[in-house]
């Protein structure tokens, strides 16, 4: 990651960036107040996933760490300690709400994350969205048996974890299901992006919405972004800085929207 490109693009992002009152779209204005509003609220609903986010930062276990994407060395392997994951690679709670709450205002039932790291942002979709099935993907094989662990002790059961790598398992899981709400968050470099995006799009339905991490990783990856948002099959596209977000409704005009939140 360019932290020096990453600054600058939230300077711009800042200057860009409206609130709930420029929102003249009725489907927009209804998910800022459902969602966006929400989010911005600590709630004791997370109580019990924030406990277990407090002992994962308190863990100085080191692990072996695989990398399998964009941030370094592809398939460098390196000993990390738990508390440094979690602090490096988990969600803060807001933006782990937002997930939540976005994907529950949407009555998501078939979600797919990839990217588990420990399992911060796939234990807030379970909480929430209690009636919904969770797959999440993480290449990593000992943070994968970390984040499996936790959610053991957390004792949710709509959580099926996959232990790949994302090029691997991809075809076969959208060949076999329909997910309706994607989350991807790993391998941010500007090829696997696009080439996720695609493979999604061809089975994306009229509710299908993509979440995309870190738009802002680097230059290629906001080339990424930029790209997947003008896509003509893509309606409503949402900047969040932290996240983009594509949605695939017809009866929606293309509009793109640059929020704060």
């Given amino acids: ?14 200057l860009k960036a409206k609130n709930e009152y420029s929102l003249h779209s009725p489907f927009m204005f209804e998910l800022y107040n459902n ?6 609220k600590r709630t004791s609903e997370f109580d019990n996933v924030e406990e277990m986010r407090k002992k994962l930062l308190a863990d100085e276990t080191e692990i072996e760490f695989v990398n399998l994407g964009a941030g370094g060395i592809k398939n460098s392997v390196s000993k990390r300690k738990i508390s440094q994951l979690t602090k490096t690679t988990s969600k803060k709670h807001k933006h782990a709400r937002f997930l939540a709450y ?6 998501s039932k078939n979600i797919l994350e ?16 209690i009636d919904a099935s969770i797959t999440t993907v993480e290449g990593s094989k000992e943070v ?9 002790l957390t004792g949710f059961t709509n959580i099926k974890t996959i232990h790949s790598d994302f090029d691997s398992i991809l075809p076969d899981l959208i060949k076999n299901q329909q997910f309706d709400f994607i989350y991807i968050d790993g391998n941010h470099s500007y090829d696997a992006t696009k080439c996720y995006f695609e493979w999604f799009k061809k089975k994306a339905g009229n509710e299908t919405v993509i979440v995309f991490d870190d738009i802002y990783w680097s230059a290629d990856m906001t080339r990424a972004w930029k790209e997947i948002y003008a896509d003509t099959a893509v309606t409503v596209s949402i900047d969040l800085f932290e ?5 695939f409704r017809k009866e929606l005009s293309k509009q793109h929207f640059v929020l704060r939140y």
């Avoid at 990651?1 to 800042?14: D, E």
């Fill in 1 to 14: 990651m360019s932290f020096n490109y990453k600054i600058k693009s939230y300077l711009t992002f800042k």
């Fill in 35 to 40: 969602v966006f509003k929400k989010a911005r």
């Fill in 102 to 107: 976005l994907a529950h205002y949407l009555q």
């Fill in 114 to 129: 990839l990217g588990t790291s420990l399992g911060i942002s796939t234990l807030y979709l379970a909480k929430k969205n």
């Fill in 144 to 152: 994968y048996n970390t984040a499996l662990n936790n959610f053991r």
């Fill in 243 to 247: 996240f983009g977000i594509v949605f």
